[in-house]
């Protein structure tokens, strides 16, 4: 019954997540998906011709900031839709739970029954050995008392048996919604959070395109044939913001990228203080039929970050191995490539590259 019960409610559930995913839903994901590829496929040359395009680029910058505007808005009134249904789930949960009323037989029943049954049983001795027939219509009616009190008391143990078995049924699927309010409470969180990213990541990217439109040199004037100076942005640490370096990043459990070694799991961790960069990698790898050694790597790393897309740190492994780490943004705004080259030593991972996913 427990186990009935419990796929009762879990069908219940996840009709209602269905129905609390309606067509709008769908439509505000396809919305935020359009306004991104919008926006990642308006000017993809933009920062390649950063350095020739003179005042051009202003517009060009204008017009990218814009789109990328349309995005986090269309993303973030997607995320505030999830977050609304998750809201109703929960109230609905916390309506689950309300308490049911109690089908255990009332107090003191036990002891009427007792003393009923003690009471005609008292009476059917007294007139057992009477042999007045004027009595044999009582003595009949006591004996159906009787019966009916067994009957009775039978129907009570039964009525008490099935109150337990409920009480056990409904602590049971207690539980289960308990657990779904708190990972509820958890997806919502996770959503708050991924909202509250986007937002951040809507002000580094404006940040970066009117820094980007700053940066253009002059248009050259009459014929002259001088080649126009290399872009170098005086005040922006990397030509891209370092939010495309720093936070964590993880290596994706389906279809994640690789050459080499593939990774097991990866999950890097950036910071980021005046310029100056400090972080951890933990990975572990498969490696190839046959293959033995040490197939973890764990290292900490640090360097200034510098104005080059490739960002280049020092690296020491836990035993001591020195190398190198590159990180280099990948083609979304939330993937990063990683490169690992270390010390050669028997047993140990000498290099990998793999491409991990934003948190």
């Known amino acids: 019954m427990i186990k009935t019960s419990g796929m009762m409610i879990l069908t219940a559930l996840c009709a209602f997540s269905q129905a609390l995913a309606p067509d709008p839903a769908q439509a505000a994901r396809d919305a935020y998906r359009s306004a991104y590829r919008a926006w990642r496929e308006a000017d993809p040359s933009l920062e390649h011709d950063a350095a020739t395009q003179g005042s051009q680029l202003s517009l060009r910058a204008a017009r990218l900031a814009e789109a990328q505007a349309k995005y986090a808005a269309a993303r973030g009134y997607f995320l505030e839709g999830l977050i609304a ?115 951040h990541d809507a002000d580094a990217w404006a940040q970066y395109y009117r820094t980007l439109a700053t940066l253009a040199p002059p248009a050259p004037q009459g014929n002259a044939s001088t080649a126009p100076a290399m872009l170098q942005p005086p005040s922006a640490i990397t030509p891209v913001p370092l939010i495309r370096y720093t936070g964590a990043w993880l290596y994706p459990p389906l279809n994640g990228e690789f050459h080499g070694l593939e990774p097991e799991l990866a999950e890097l961790s950036v910071s980021e203080e005046n310029g100056h960069a400090t972080g951890t990698l933990v990975a572990r790898f498969k490696l190839p039929a046959g293959g033995q050694g040490d197939r973890e790597l764990r290292f900490g790393f640090s360097g200034d970050f510098k104005n080059t897309l490739q960002q280049v740190f020092n690296l020491i492994t836990t035993d001591g191995t020195k190398g190198t780490m590159e990180l280099t943004p990948g083609s979304a705004f939330n993937l990063l490539a990683v490169k690992i080259q270390t010390e050669p030593k028997p047993g140990k991972v000498q290099q990998a590259d793999f491409v991990l996913l934003k948190k």
């Not at 602590?171 to 990213?197: F, K, N, P, S």
């Open 85 to 199: 249904g998750s809201g109703a789930t929960l109230l609905w949960l916390e309506d689950a739970r309300a308490v049911e009323p109690s089908m255990a037989p009332p107090k003191g029943l036990d002891d009427y029954l007792s003393a009923g049954d003690t009471a005609v049983h008292h009476s059917m001795d007294t007139f057992a050995k009477d042999n007045d027939r004027g009595l044999q219509p009582l003595r009949q009616a006591l004996d159906r008392e009787s019966k009916a009190l067994a009957d009775l008391t039978t129907a009570v143990e039964e009525e008490r048996k099935t109150a337990l078995a409920f009480r056990d049924e409904a602590d049971a699927t207690e539980q289960m919604i308990l657990q779904a309010t708190v990972e509820d409470r958890i997806l919502v969180a996770g959503i708050r959070q991924t909202l509250d990213d986007t937002s």
